[in-house]
């Protein structure tokens, strides 16, 4: 039985994410028939329109989810919470002939690591050894690719990059560290804080989403969705710092030291192996697929929605304890770093004889 619908129908799994809340938004906006499957779990409290049916099921139980979606069919599949390679199959096994089009949520984390030049396009070599995520994500992704070449299932691959909204900072710490920043203590930037780093909201990202949907020449293809908005790493957070009106307390940190001292950390892994590196993509593949894609919304007019919505929330905003902790044991291993190089910079000068008795290198003498 088709999805009864107003245009395409499409069916969204997860739907209440940063990404997927604003997906949902946009495509019942355009008036889509929109289904969500998930737990029956909207942790944010997103806002999601009135039109949109429900299903709960766990969609790591593909028992649960056939009984939800019945006999069902869709337009579109989007599918935010598959994460590796088993996810992959599955998905297949139950949206293959269920759906004319499954869009597979990826990362664009899954490029090479070093960038070796930019921009980024889909094409680039898709190799990260430093972050098993975006290893599960290629993963995935071969799955869906064998199977579309193999037995035709309709997939086409989405790579958000760093996507927020007001409810979820595009900073490592989220909430932690605006309440850091807000109260005075340190916080933590990779590297000298001068890559850059392109920052996409989630209602721009939805843009290119929705216009994929039902789109028969996107089947096969990837496509990475971003925003042209780019910073250095400083800039985000001394932004932040102008929204709450008060100057960020940065320490500069190289990316490898974060994660020997922070391997208990989520978001150690994930700054070596792609927030310390600069990431400025090329958008004209998307562009071409749908048209009037054009993100509008740049991080430092959007901030001011985010401090908002901190203090209209501040329930679901407060400090992450074992967080606060870990930026104190980050800050306080670079203290001791610098002292130990101060004291050894003390020694090399004192054991310097007067420059008198110094002679320039030969390439230097004049």
């Not at 006999?71 to 998905?91: H, I, K, P, Q, T």
């Not at 927020?164 to 605006?178: F, K, M």
Request: net charge negative; hydrophobic share 45%; glycine share 8%.
């Amino acid at each position: 039985m088709a999805a009864p619908s107003h245009g395409l129908s499409v069916l969204y799994l997860g739907g209440t994410g940063t990404i997927s809340a604003s997906c949902v938004r946009r495509s019942a906006a355009a008036g889509m028939s929109v289904y969500v499957l998930n737990r029956g779990q909207n942790a944010k409290h997103r806002s999601l329109p009135e039109s949109v049916t429900w299903l709960q099921a766990d969609i790591g139980d593909p028992a649960s989810v056939s009984k939800a979606l019945g006999d069902l069919e869709f337009g579109a599949v989007a599918n935010f919470v598959s994460y590796n390679a088993a996810d992959a199959a599955r998905a297949i096994e139950l949206f293959h002939g269920r759906t004319r089009q499954y869009l597979h949520i990826s990362t664009a984390s899954l490029y090479r690591k070093p960038v070796l030049a930019w921009p980024i396009v889909e094409s680039n070599l898709r190799q990260n050894p430093f972050v098993g995520y975006s290893r599960d994500k290629i993963a995935a992704e071969d799955e869906l690719m064998r199977a579309c070449v193999g037995t035709g299932f309709p997939v086409t691959i989405v790579r958000p990059s760093h996507t927020y909204d007001q409810a979820t900072p595009p900073l490592p710490g989220d909430w932690t560290v605006i309440d850091r920043i807000a109260r005075g203590a340190e916080v933590i930037v990779p590297g000298d804080g001068t890559s850059l780093w392109t920052l996409t909201h989630a209602d721009d990202f939805a843009q290119g989403l929705v216009g994929l949907l039902g789109n028969p020449r996107a089947i096969g293809e990837a496509f990475h969705i971003t925003s042209d908005d780019i910073y250095t790493w400083d800039q985000i957070y001394s932004i932040v710092g102008a929204a709450l009106g008060v100057e960020p307390r940065i320490v500069h940190i190289p990316a490898d030291d974060i994660l020997a001292a922070a391997p208990d950390w989520f978001w150690s892994e994930l700054i070596l192996g792609d927030l310390s590196h600069s990431a400025i993509f090329d958008n004209a593949k998307i562009r071409r697929y749908v048209p009037d894609f054009a993100p509008r919304l740049t991080f430092h007019a959007a901030v001011r929605d985010m401090i908002r919505w901190r203090a209209e929330h501040a329930g679901q905003c407060r400090p992450a304890p074992a967080v606060d902790a870990i930026m104190d044991r980050l800050a306080g291993g670079h203290h001791a770093a610098r002292k130990i190089f101060a004291d050894l910079g003390a020694a090399a000068q004192a054991a310097t004889p007067p420059a008198s008795q110094l002679t320039a290198p030969a390439d230097r003498a004049s």
